[in-house]
């Protein structure tokens, strides 16, 4: 902390304190006043507005509110269940002040900024913390030098309900100053959008950091607005109705059944034990993949069920007699593993290492089958961690690696099977984080929203067109504050590289995160440069943070910068080629001085191929020797597309289609 902070700390401060040390004369400070957990010391509150602030106190009690950013002194009376509800006025940015709340007796927030408020939603790409499980990028250094005291960290705890509450649990008790001790667990996307922007600006920010990994947008969606989406009616319904009807089978016997359905379709499995655990199965017929990856990169796309994997291992003689470590790192979700036919450990969990233990008593020299049976309930599968993390380990320390060719066979598709029953209280449910960790913010100011999400709604791209924009609708009608800021990022690149142009559901996904910018004040962070085909959370959250940061200050803080990249605008086909209009402020480069990639290029037979395209002025001249009358244009269209189109800023264009054709997501398709 500097010294000039320092001195405006202290000097801010002392009118802070003999304010609250006047107030305090014969008194306590702990007052019969409740707030919500969205007042405490330290908070944020947003800037030249009328800010509510609410809570509870005795039926028919007088409630003041003084602050010392004004002398305006706002009372109101608690009604008779308690309630209360007074707006305050607030100033234009700056701080630190205090407020006090009393009912006779008063409560005091300290340390109090006025600045800007942003609520920072969505799954795991936005929760993934700087240190934790998702050491970012350089991420030693990143939480040491995160000192920036003038922006303020608010971390909602996960919370599911059936109907809007009016509270949250939230973590720390409170609002707590962006330093190295709060921020470690802090979402990176979210520090880094308000680290840019206040370097630019040094408006004090408060980030409501409310997000939940894996989960759908429908999720974050209130029931009013999904039941206008036919796809949702039902589920909004039985969910209103959760309560009300108690009778069936509980979600636990259902669910029962089902995991009892997987193993008896599981061709791995005989009357409901292992059957390809065996040390002598025959496994010539089975195919080759290369671990640790995640299936979907290595031949199985969209695959939801049963894997089994084997490898046969060789024990030497110094070995024999000795326990060995079992280390395969992360499976998603769930595996059993087996060592010589027998059970040697099993774990839940896509996110949870798997380190077992072979006896002493079982390890004998020989050549013996490593077994893994592996279930994905949905998004990625396989065993995809480090691969110097995959090996037998030794008492001595000496290793055999397990990484490289593994055997492996399906034992059964999700697809033939009944979907797995939904959690009476999970997470992916219609209207049930809204209700938990939106609705609760709705009477608070905000300035906007930044939101990452969407790798759990790839599948159903199609209804994704529908529903992210209607979300948004729903926000904004719901805060009440008019069409106020959402800037979100579009999925980044992941998986393997596809050899031929293809149907995507990523790409579809990306292309429905692109209409809604036809919304008011939205803006959209392109990451397709930046993921990383191995790992659906990629480490540079940098520059994810960064690039939302850059539509907020063009937008809303009056930092002239270039904020996007490329655009297309639109198409016309010359004979054999297609000319492509961009919107490119600083013009159309490549981001690697190479040839052009990522175009295809299709006749009326929706047929693509990999196009040649070169660069001419504002415009993308595309053609292909395979198609001689050509009528569409793709862009970046894949799940990890190679592309390279970029402005002078170096800015990335969004993945971009010229066809309005049917999608592979499509319900008919």
């Given at each position: ?17 003999a ?9 306590d ?15 944020v ?22 602050t ?60 993934m ?22 922006i ?25 100053p ?59 319904n ?22 009892k ?48 994997f084997?490898?046969?291992?060789t ?12 280390n ?22 896509y ?34 961690g ?93 805060w ?47 990451a ?40 297309y ?29 990522g175009?295809?290029i299709?006749?009326a ?65």
């Amino acid at each position: 902390m500097n010294m000039m902070f320092n001195l405006k700390i202290k000097k801010e401060l002392l009118s802070v304190i003999a304010f609250a040390v006047m107030l305090c004369i014969s008194c306590d400070v702990l007052g019969k006043v409740k707030l919500p957990s969205v007042f405490s010391d330290n908070m944020v509150f947003q800037q030249k507005t009328k800010a509510a602030v609410w809570g509870k106190a005795d039926p028919g009690k007088t409630i003041t509110i003084s602050t010392t950013w004004s002398r305006a002194r706002y009372t109101s009376k608690a009604n008779e269940f308690g309630n209360w509800k007074i707006m305050v006025a607030t100033p234009s940015y700056g701080g630190p002040y205090a407020m006090t709340i009393s009912d006779g007796e008063p409560f005091i927030l300290m340390n109090v900024l006025i600045g800007e408020v942003w609520v920072c939603s969505g799954q795991s790409n936005m929760e993934m913390p700087l240190a934790g499980w998702g050491k970012i990028n350089n991420y030693e250094k990143e939480v040491a030098d995160a000192k920036y005291p003038d922006i303020r960290l608010l971390q909602v705890e996960h919370v599911t309900s059936n109907s809007a509450l009016e509270d949250v649990k939230v973590t720390n008790n409170g609002w707590k100053p962006c330093i190295p001790q709060y921020v470690a667990e802090f979402s990176s996307v979210a520090y880094f959008f308000a680290r840019e922007i206040y370097n630019k600006t040094k408006v004090p920010i408060g980030l409501i950091h409310t997000s939940w990994g894996g989960t759908v947008a429908e999720a974050w969606t209130s029931a009013p607005t999904l039941k206008t989406i036919p796809d949702f009616v039902e589920a909004v319904n039985k969910i209103e109705n959760a309560d009300k009807d108690k009778t069936g089978s509980s979600f636990e016997e259902q669910l029962a059944s089902w995991q009892k359905l997987v193993i008896k379709k599981d061709a791995g499995m005989v009357q409901g034990k292992p059957a390809w655990n065996a040390n002598s199965l025959d496994a010539s017929s089975w195919k080759v993949m290369s671990l640790p990856t995640v299936w979907e990169q290595a031949g199985m796309p969209e695959f939801d069920g049963v894997v089994w994997f084997r490898k046969n291992i060789t024990i030497p003689q110094a070995w024999a007699g000795k326990a060995l470590k079992f280390n395969l790192g992360p499976i998603d979700d769930n595996d059993i593993a087996f060592f010589d036919g027998e059970i040697i450990g099993q774990t839940e969990g896509y996110n949870v290492p798997r380190n077992y233990t072979i006896p002493a008593t079982k390890v004998k020299a020989g050549t013996f089958a490593l077994v893994v049976r592996v279930f994905d309930s949905g998004g990625g599968g396989g065993i995809y961690g480090d691969k110097n993390t995959m090996a037998l380990v030794a008492p001595d320390g000496t290793r055999l690696s397990l990484n490289g060719d593994w055997q492996y066979k399906t034992g059964m598709n999700l697809k033939d099977i009944a979907p797995m029953p939904m959690s009476d209280n999970g997470p992916n449910r219609p209207t049930v984080l809204y209700n938990a960790m939106i609705h609760p913010y709705l009477q608070f100011p905000i300035k906007g929203a930044i939101w990452y999400q969407g790798e759990s709604n790839a599948g159903r791209a199609h209804q994704y067109r529908t529903l992210f924009p209607a979300m948004i609708t729903d926000w904004r009608k719901q805060w009440g504050v008019g069409d106020f800021p959402f800037y979100f990022v579009q999925l980044a690149n992941f998986m393997k590289a596809d050899a031929e142009p293809g149907a995507s559901a990523w790409a579809e996904l990306r292309d429905a995160q692109s209409g809604a910018l036809s919304l008011p004040n939205t803006g959209m962070a392109v990451a397709i440069d930046i993921g990383d085909a191995t790992d659906i959370h990629p480490k540079n959250k940098q520059d994810v943070g960064k690039r939302l940061a850059l539509i907020a200050l063009a937008k809303n803080y009056g930092v002239k910068t270039l904020y996007t990249g490329p655009v297309y605008q639109s198409a016309k086909t010359e004979g054999n080629v297609i000319k492509l209009n961009f919107y490119a402020t600083q013009g159309l480069k490549t981001s690697n001085g190479a040839e052009l990639k990522g175009f295809a290029i299709a006749g009326a037979d929706q047929k693509f191929h990999w196009a040649k395209a070169e660069i001419k002025g504002n415009q993308v001249v595309v053609s292909s020797t395979e198609v001689l009358n050509p009528v569409a244009v793709r862009y970046a269209w894949a799940n990890n597309p190679v592309c390279n189109l970029v402005n002078g800023a170096g800015l990335p264009a969004s993945p971009f289609r010229t066809d309005k054709w049917e999608d592979s997501t499509s319900p008919s398709k």
